[in-house]
């Protein structure tokens, strides 16, 4: 009555649809997935079982894409173990820095499949640094731009520096889209992180405090970055979403409800960002 347990994980895209006694259709749309994610232990698990049974039924490869992840250790590169006493409990990790903060981490500090040497003063440095300036560009929208003329898709921007933060915003949707296809979410994180901290904070919003037409502008970045962070930090975008929605009733449902941004390629200005450098 009882055979290896691992059985179930490799029958697991047969069984979810009950196939194949019903939902022909559906399952020969599922098949194979696009993409399976699981620690590098599964490599003789998950992904073994699932690769040994489709071989038997004659299906051929059950997955396309594999995304491994490898072990977090602690901050001197050891494996946590409770007898060890270095285990860090997530659950006081979220507690004090939200769920985010980690999940931001563990995306940018490197390549999925490396190991991680955890350390909370780097997810405090990642609170402060992403967090905190996004915060704040969102906090001077709040302070100074409720009343300002909204910039949406139709507008046209006048200003230099506004053409510039379009063509590098627009620019960033592409690549982290592009990442994102192929499997790629470090370099995806990471072309974030720098276009929040460098191009929008420290550059343009710098330098277009004084410009009441840029806040308009500024709202309108930061509700499409919301669509693009998303899938990265799910509570930090819908808390941008929906703070930036306040009194207004058009867009107000949950930033998870809308598409993927488009790339508007109108406003990318190669040339333009050349002559910045």
């Known amino acids: 009555d009882l055979i290896d347990v691992w059985f179930d994980s490799g029958a697991m895209p047969y069984a979810q649809w009950h196939w194949p006694f019903e939902n022909q259709k559906m399952f020969k749309e599922q098949f194979p997935a696009d993409f399976i994610s699981e620690g590098i232990d599964q490599t003789r698990g998950w992904f073994y079982t699932m690769l040994s049974v489709a071989t038997l039924l004659g299906k051929g ?4 894409n594999v995304i491994s992840y490898s072990h ?3 901050n001197k590169g050891q494996k946590m173990s409770k ?6 409990s997530p659950f006081a990790v979220m507690e004090k820095f939200g769920a985010d903060a980690p999940r931001w981490y563990f ?11 955890f350390s909370e003063k780097d997810v405090e440095t990642k609170l402060k640094g992403f967090f905190g ?11 100074y731009g409720r009343d300002a003329e909204p ?3 139709s507008s046209k921007a006048a200003n230099l520096l506004d053409k510039w933060i379009l063509s590098k915003f627009y620019g960033l949707v592409s690549g982290v889209s592009g990442n994102l296809d192929r ?5 995806a994180a990471r072309a974030i992180e720098k276009f929040v901290v460098e191009d929008l904070s420290n550059w343009w919003l710098r330098r277009s405090r004084k410009r009441k037409e840029a806040l308009g502008l500024l709202r309108f970045i930061l509700l499409e970055l919301t669509k693009v962070i998303a899938p990265f930090t799910p509570f930090t975008a819908e808390d941008i979403h929906m703070r930036l929605h306040q009194g207004s009733k058009a867009g107000t449902e ?24």
């Not at 490869?61 to 396309?64: E, F, I, L, T, V």
């Open 254 to 277: 949950s930033v998870h409800l809308h598409d993927w941004p488009s790339v508007n390629k109108k406003y990318i200005d190669n040339g333009l960002e050349e002559q910045t450098k």
């Open 107 to 117: 995306y940018t500090v490197n390549e999925p499949g490396d190991y991680k040497l």
């Open 151 to 153: 910039f949406t898709h």
């Open 72 to 74: 977090v250790l602690d």
């Open 61 to 64: 490869n059950p997955y396309k």
């Open 133 to 143: 300036t996004l915060d704040n560009c969102v906090r001077f929208y709040e302070l």
């Open 83 to 88: 007898s060890k006493g270095n285990v860090v």
């Open 183 to 187: 499997y790629e979410p470090t370099l």
